[in-house]
């Protein structure tokens, strides 16, 4: 007789039913009735039982055995070891590094997308641990949105891009035009940080069925461009500030620009228009120059800028286009073009950078927010803290003590000798990988909690075996800002193989530290749910108790009050700026910023300014013709998702699809489906080429989260890369000064047919030994 349960959890990419069947997991699904199909939600068995899982405590063998050599990361056989005896040699490690360097020599930052959960959180569990047994340097920042979020604090009063934006109702009621700006959100809202809520899906495509016009101005014709049946604008990457400019440009010619608006509610259009008109550099930012750019036709540009003026227009932002060298620019400058446009805080006109990523715009609900574990325990004071900007951490490595500037100030890097990772994969999804590695080979120590043999993990000395958010108890609500659902996290099945949870390995760490009550504050797994879960009853919600909840095994669905549903952002600062005023140093939108431009920046000034990308066709580097985009897969989140067969939807003989035009690849004699060499400055990597006419010609697309997989790695300095990693071509160069970011979009690359028998990705394989 066969026993079947189906519990309720949830993941990145939304609520899940999963279903078990004498204890194995046969079926994973929605947990909703009615959503947006989403392929992420059907290989939970796939993720539990996959070859690709840590096992067992691992150790390099080298590293074992004393040998120094630590090229040998990446190549050497591995140990199985007991979990005791790995535990003692984490917490001798640590103890040893402590010692001798102290607490700055400990790298805790551990970026990472890890899993959905209050509890079970990674990367908040080892900065717990690690900040209890004396501090570490940390991370700020992230890989998503660093230009941006640092930028738009100066011009609007906010980051914009964790914020929550006019609401969809607003949209639907009233915009003519929405303009998704590199932004493809068919793809992006299928993933949230907590769990997605998928309902931005659904209201783009009532957007769609409504009728309105939707223009995408990308490199790639992306998914959601196909879906909803949009315009496509097929811009050259990293040239919106030039459109952008010449939008500007031809409203201020056409004197379709709103000068009233500029005139109440901004600060310093007076300055940006000298350089628009070409007053201080000779150069009018005109159509037909900034068609020579961006390769759109010049009466399409001025058409454009006519359309946006006389109808209700939307700039929804995507991330990807601040992704890049002086990302602040297309952040700002969008914001720019909006003011002047006059349409800031009506109902369906503006801007926004959350309608596309995070399901901005579901209206918010009375749910409040759920508890969650903190990297420090309640009163406790860390005794040490220091922090370098999450891209900055390769260079970190390379030149400890250097001094960089940062958003107006310095920091100096800490010379790292220990990295502890839990919930990331910089392996694959820091830039130039190659970089990367040889910088992994200065810290003494490296030591990862991971649940499969990632490139992180194969790199490692130390090698945890973790769970999977399906082998523990947890809770998370959906929606950024919706708050829309409270999701049970349910065991689906026990632990497998001898997988741990992140939180009792760093409890059991914290055990031999002397700190495990500090650590615990004397609560088991379900005390911590249910302290989580009466934050929310605090809230004023009337919800079941906790008992009832788990037990019941469903979502709670929260509902948003009618009047939260048609809220529009900046309508108070609109209707009356001095009684709203933004929080900017000067109350408005600065279009000119005093502060910023006394950072004195070249890569940064005052004011948004069309920057050159320096490699690029024209003025580069002959031998990388084409430029290189690497944007967020429909069927993976980065590299999570990787190792399943949601491959099929993608991969093209087997390997990572590169989208290159025809004219590109005929020039090379490259046909549909060959093997491709990509080659960067910095590296290469085999790929297969998918011909079409939905990629820019001049531009190549490699989805980024393909699993770095080097050919003999630590025997040459820049190995081939046989898995289409995109971060092996990628600069680890930053964004500006300002930002400190990173800036992967945009390189230069060219690409060769692949000659002879190409060798097989090995990505999906555990090392020697395990
Ligand atoms: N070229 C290029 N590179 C990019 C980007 C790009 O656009 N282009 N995008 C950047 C962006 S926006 C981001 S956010 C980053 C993402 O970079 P990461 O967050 O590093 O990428 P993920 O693949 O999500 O890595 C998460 C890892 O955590 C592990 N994990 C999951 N759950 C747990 C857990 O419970 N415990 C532990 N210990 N581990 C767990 C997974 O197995 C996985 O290996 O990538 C950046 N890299
Ligand atoms: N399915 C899925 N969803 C995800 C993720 C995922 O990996 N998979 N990751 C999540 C995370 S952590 C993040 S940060 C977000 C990322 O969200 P985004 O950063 O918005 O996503 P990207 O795919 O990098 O870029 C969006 C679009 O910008 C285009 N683009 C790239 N360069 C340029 C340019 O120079 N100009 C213009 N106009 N367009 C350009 C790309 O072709 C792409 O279609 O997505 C989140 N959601
Ligand atoms: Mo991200």
Redesign the pocket.
């Known amino acids: 007789m066969t026993i079947k349960r189906q519990v309720i959890t949830a993941a990145h990419?939304g609520g899940l039913k999963v279903t078990v069947e004498n204890g194995i997991i046969t079926r994973s699904a929605t947990a909703f009735s009615a959503e947006p199909e989403n392929e992420?939600q059907t290989v939970v068995a796939e993720q539990v039982y996959s070859p690709c899982r840590v096992k067992f405590p691992m150790i390099r063998k080298g590293f074992f055995e004393g040998n120094s050599d630590r090229t040998l990361r990446g190549r050497d056989q591995w140990i199985r070891l007991s979990w005791p005896q790995a535990l003692d040699w984490v917490h001798n490690e640590l103890t040893r590094v402590r010692q001798n360097y102290g607490a700055q020599a400990i790298f805790g930052g551990s970026y990472g997308?890890k899993s959905s959960g209050a509890l079970h959180s990674s990367r908040t569990l080892l900065q717990r641990y690690l900040n209890l047994t004396g501090g570490f340097v940390n991370s700020f920042g992230?890989?998503?949105?660093a230009a941006a979020q640092q930028i738009l604090p100066y011009v609007v009063g906010g980051n914009e891009v964790y914020q929550q934006t006019s609401t969809w109702e607003t949209v639907l009621a009233h915009s003519e035009i929405i303009v998704l700006?590199?932004?493809?959100p068919l793809?992006?809202?299928?993933?949230?940080?907590t769990a997605t809520d998928q309902q931005g899906i659904a209201y783009f495509r009532q957007a769609q069925q409504a009728g309105k016009r939707i223009i995408c101005?990308?490199?790639?014709r992306?998914q959601?461009c196909e879906r909803l049946k949009a315009e496509w604008l097929p811009?050259h990457?990293?040239?919106?500030v030039a459109l952008m400019l010449a939008l500007a440009y031809t409203l201020a010619e056409e004197a379709l620009l709103d000068r009233a608006f500029l005139r109440t509610h901004t600060q310093g259009y007076e300055i940006f228009e000298s350089y628009l008109l070409g007053k201080t550099d000779n150069q009018p930012k005109n159509a037909q120059w900034a068609s020579r750019i961006c390769g759109l036709p010049a009466s399409q540009i001025q058409q454009l800028a006519r359309d946006f003026s006389r109808h209700r227009t939307l700039l929804m932002a995507?991330?990807?286009?601040q992704?890049?060298k002086y990302g602040e620019q297309?952040a700002w400058m969008l914001v720019v073009l909006a003011a002047m446009l006059g349409q800031i805080g009506l109902p369906g006109g503006g801007f926004s950078f959350s309608h596309?990523?995070g399901n901005g715009g579901v209206a918010r609900t009375q749910a409040g927010v759920l508890g969650k574990i903190s990297e420090k325990p309640t009163n406790f004071r860390p005794h040490f803290t220091a922090a370098i900007p999450v891209s900055r951490l390769t260079d970190a490595l390379l030149h400890p003590h250097k001094t960089i500037s940062f958003n107006g100030g310095k920091i100096t890097y800490p010379d790292i000798k220990l990295i502890y990772w839990a919930g990331g994969n910089p392996l694959s999804q820091q830039h130039d990988l190659n970089l990367v590695a040889r910088a992994w080979r200065r810290p003494e120590c490296i030591i990862v909690n991971e649940i499969n043999w990632t490139a992180t993990a194969k790199m490692a000395d130390i090698v945890l075996p973790v769970t999977t958010s399906f082998e523990r108890n947890d809770l998370t609500q959906s929606g950024s800002f919706s708050m829309r659902h409270l999701l049970p996290m349910k065991q689906a099945v026990p632990p497998q193989f001898e997988a741990k949870n992140d939180y009792d390995i760093f409890l059991e760490l914290a055990k031999r530290a002397g700190v495990a009550e500090q650590f615990s504050e004397g609560k088991t797994e379900w005390d911590w749910l249910r302290e989580f879960y009466s934050s929310l009853q605090k809230c004023g919600q009337n919800l079941p108790s906790f008992d009832d909840f788990w037990r019941a095994n469903q979502p709670l669905i929260f509902a948003a009050e009618e009047s939260d549903k048609h809220w529009v952002k900046y309508a108070d600062f609109r209707r009356d700026p001095q009684a709203n005023p933004l929080n900017t140093a000067s109350g408005k939108i600065e279009i000119y910023s005093q502060t910023v431009a006394a950072m004195r920046y070249a890569d940064c000034p005052g004011h948004p300014v069309w920057f050159e990308p320096e490699e690029n066709a024209q003025h580069g580097d002959a031998r990388y013709p084409l430029t290189l985009?690497?944007?967020?897969?429909?069927?993976?989140?980065?590299s999570q998702l990787a190792q399943t067969s949601l491959r099929r939807h993608y991969a093209l003989n087997g390997r990572e699809p590169a989208w290159i035009h025809p004219i590109d690849a005929k020039a090379r004699g490259i046909c549909h489906g060959d093997v491709i060499c990509i080659e960067s400055p910095r590296g290469r990597v085999l790929a297969a080429a998918l011909v079409t006419e939905s990629v820019r010609q001049g531009v190549i697309?490699l989805y980024?989260?393909a699993w770095y997989d080097p050919l003999n790695p630590g025997e040459t300095e820049n190995p081939l890369c046989k898995n289409g990693c995109a971060n092996v071509l990628t600069p680890d160069e930053s964004s500006s000064q300002l930002s400190q970011g990173n800036a992967p979009?945009?390189c230069a690359v060219q690409v060769t047919k692949f000659i002879g028998k190409a060798p097989e990705i090995t990505a999906f394989l555990p090392p020697d030994g395990a």
């Open positions: 990419w992420l997308w992230d890989y998503s949105t700006w590199g932004a493809n793809t992006t809202l299928r993933n949230t940080w101005i990308d490199p790639v992306s959601s811009i990457a990293g040239t919106d995507g991330w990807g286009m992704r890049r297309p596309v990523n985009v690497t944007p967020h897969s429909p069927y993976r989140l980065h697309a980024q989260g979009n945009g």
